[in-house]
């Protein structure tokens, strides 16, 4: 009776799913713990409307609680007697399999049914454990979409591999289209299967350790990075602090200097100013007295003063003194500005060589038909024969050039290029959308940033052409491309020397740029290497 009684649930509590404690019935018939009860309508007390959590009807005002008595004791007498219910369920949630069984609001299935094809809840699964035909029944840990267990074509269980067609039938199929296919029982495939799985997953495991290592070294790595990179950071700042301290100095000891020889000049003219004052003074009481003398009409008094006024001004009264009005320091100045140019040149050029550095290949779909280019892309020289490629959209067909295969759409590039002997070439960099057919004018408006080598004379190909003066002929070009700042600057490698540079260039943002070269030269490669290159391999 018990057992009865408790499947219908009546003793057991919807809201914590278990035996009735200290149970109460509430206006509409439902009872609840106390406890549960009470703490379900105190959560909404600040409405002044409560409900029932099975029926939702409501009650208002507040229905007091009493204590059910004969359910209470009948719970008690449940208890005494040995009836132990079984765990509470739970509820379905999102995801859960439902019991097919529940009505109303359905419990989580824990179980499925191969046979019945059919989930079911801890309650409902029990006659698989106790009736003796439903024993047979092949039961599975709860999962949904039954229906893909099934055959589609004779709605059986699929039980059977066909190793033929990597697939799995049901035992009327192995009669059927499958009838001369290797087949085996869908356990024994799985054992061997899992043989596969279990190696595989060690292989994984292998892989993941190696990975892991991997990631570790790139973590101490990056460590060791940032260390020497704050090592570094402080040395530069202790460098710079000092230079321009050094360099306070020297503006302080310049300006104390020009103070000093100002004071010496000044007060040599104001002494000199000074002297001029009281000997005009004195010319100009002696003119008076000849002016009064030239006026007497005492004869006597006339001849007896002229000798003494009109004697003439002694020898050597008026020095002449130069006074220096320029005070230059054109030497300091011309030392502190070439100080300046050395230390921004220097910078820049160091600077260049911490840049990111780019292997850079040639691309043979952009190469003229007669430029003959290294297997590698590392080389290209201009031949006679026309060669029989292709003409795509990407090659040059009116001009003997050939792009770069990367191109570059962020960052601080930089590659070098030796030239050597090579008596005409044209180095620089290319917009994407810049013409490649026929020929066009090679500028920056059409595109183009590059410099040129000709006939012993070296121009920045510009509207109209800069010409560059250089001391020396370049062996070793030194590309630098800025993408974010629009520049593009150029360096002989050997001299570690500035050649020229082109700023503001203009060009779609995203929009890549592609190492560009031109060559007519039929004797010596142009010759890509890194900025720390081992000897030139023939092989390039």
């Known amino acids: ?53 099975q029926c939702r009807e409501t009650f208002t005002p507040r229905p007091i609680l009493r204590r059910n008595t004969m359910l209470a004791e009948v719970v008690e007498k449940l208890k005494k007697t040995g009836f132990n219910p079984p765990p509470a369920q739970s509820y379905a949630g999102p995801g859960d399999v439902l019991c097919d069984f529940c009505t109303g609001r359905k419990f989580k299935a824990v179980k499925s049914c191969l046979t019945c094809l059919a989930s079911y809840c801890e309650t409902h699964i029990k006659p698989h454990s106790e009736v003796t035909p439903l024993k047979r029944h092949k039961l599975i840990n709860a999962t949904g979409n039954l229906e893909q267990k099934l055959c589609t074509e004779h709605q059986k269980v699929l039980e059977v591999f066909c190793r033929t067609d990597q697939t799995c039938i049901c035992m009327l199929c192995t009669q059927d289209e499958h009838k001369s296919h290797d087949t085996v029982s869908a356990k024994k495939e799985r054992t061997e299967k899992h043989k596969q799985l279990g190696e595989i997953q060690t292989e994984i495991q292998q892989r993941i350790q190696e990975k892991l290592k991997e990631v570790e070294k790139l973590k101490q790595a990056v460590e060791s990075l940032k260390r020497s990179a704050c090592i570094e950071i402080k040395e530069s700042e202790k460098i710079f602090t000092e230079l321009i ?49 030239s006026e007497t009409e005492d004869h006597i008094h006339f001849l007896q003063n002229f000798q003494s006024l009109c004697a003439p001004p002694e020898a050597g009264d008026l ?67 026309r060669q029989n490629v292709p003409d795509n959209p990407k090659r040059f067909n009116g001009w003997s050039c050939v792009l770069g295969r990367e191109g570059f759409t962020s960052g601080r590039r930089y590659w070098q290029v030796l030239v050597g002997g090579n008596t005409g070439w044209v180095l620089g960099v290319s917009r994407e959308s810049a013409p490649r057919k026929g020929r066009f004018s090679m500028t920056p ?26 001391r020396l002929k370049p062996q070793k070009l030194g590309v630098y491309l800025d993408y974010e ?8 490698v050997e001299s570690r020397s500035h050649i020229y540079s082109f700023t503001d260039m203009e060009f779609n943002p995203n929009e890549k740029l592609y190492p560009f070269f031109w060559t007519w030269d039929s004797d010596t490669d142009l010759v890509l290497e890194s900025p720390d290159p081992d000897p030139v391999s023939t092989a390039n």
């Open 1 to 53: 009776m018990a057992s009865n009684l408790w499947s219908e649930d009546q003793f057991r509590c919807s809201v914590c799913l278990d035996l009735l404690k200290d149970p109460v019935a509430i206006p509409c018939g439902h009872s609840y713990c106390i406890g549960c009860i009470k703490n379900c309508w105190d959560q909404t007390d600040h409405t002044g409307v409560y409900s029932c959590p």
């Open 245 to 293: 301290r050094s360099i306070k100095k020297i503006q302080t000891d310049v300006i104390e200097l020009i103070g000093a020889n100002e004071k010496a000049a000044v007060n040599q003219a104001e002494g000199r100013m000074k002297k001029l004052e009281q000997e005009i003074a004195e010319l100009r009481r002696r003119n008076t007295a000849l002016k009064q003398l």
């Open 319 to 385: 020095p002449s003194i130069s006074v220096n009005t320029d005070i230059s320091f054109g030497a300091v100045r011309k030392a502190l500005s070439e100080l300046k140019h050395f230390i921004e040149d220097f910078c820049k050029r160091e600077l260049v060589q911490i840049t990111s550095t780019v292997d850079v290949t040639l691309d043979p779909d952009t190469a003229y038909p007669t430029l003959i280019l290294s297997a590698k892309g590392k080389k290209v020289r201009w031949g006679v024969t």
């Open 445 to 470: 408006q059409q595109g183009y940033w590059t410099v040129r080598m000709c006939g012993g004379e070296f121009t920045a190909v510009t509207d109209p052409e800069t010409p560059v003066s250089l």
């Open 485 to 492: 700042e629009g520049q593009l600057s150029f360096y002989n």
